[in-house]
């Protein structure tokens, strides 16, 4: 059974930090790529990064590039997203995926369950 688990949501003001953490199991990690989404509400889900699945390429949404940083552990089953300098516009759902290429389109194998993040001004 695939499971992408998000953590490390939470409430935060303007300018201040957050580290999201998926943890992976169930898949063969070092194949897959892996990317952040997020949804505010009434907005559609956009890609907000991906990496690769050495670790050696990664992308960002324009939005967030300069301000986060995605990485992977291969040995721990995890990937990472630093978010530094947030604003209240990033607030919204933040979930994991998993999928063979990085496209940040949305069509991906697998999508965890979410964990929340909200920036106050």
């Known amino acids: 059974q695939v499971q992408l688990v998000e953590s490390g949501g939470g409430l935060v003001q303007a300018g201040e930090s957050l580290r999201l953490t998926c943890t992976v199991s169930?898949?063969?990690?070092?194949?897959?790529?892996f990317s952040w989404y997020r949804q505010a509400p009434g907005n559609e889900r956009e890609g907000v990064s991906c990496i690769s699945s050495s670790g050696s390429s990664t992308y960002y949404g324009e939005f967030v590039r300069g301000r986060f940083k995605i990485s992977r552990d291969n040995a721990k089953n995890t990937v990472t997203l630093q978010m530094n300098g947030l604003r209240p516009e990033d607030t919204g759902m933040y979930y994991c995926?998993?999928?063979?290429?990085?496209?940040?389109?949305?069509?991906?194998?697998?999508w965890g369950h979410g964990t929340q993040v909200t920036v106050s001004s």
């Open positions: 169930g898949l063969p990690f070092d194949i897959y790529t």
């Open positions: 995926a998993a999928d063979k290429r990085c496209t940040l389109r949305g069509n991906v194998d697998y």
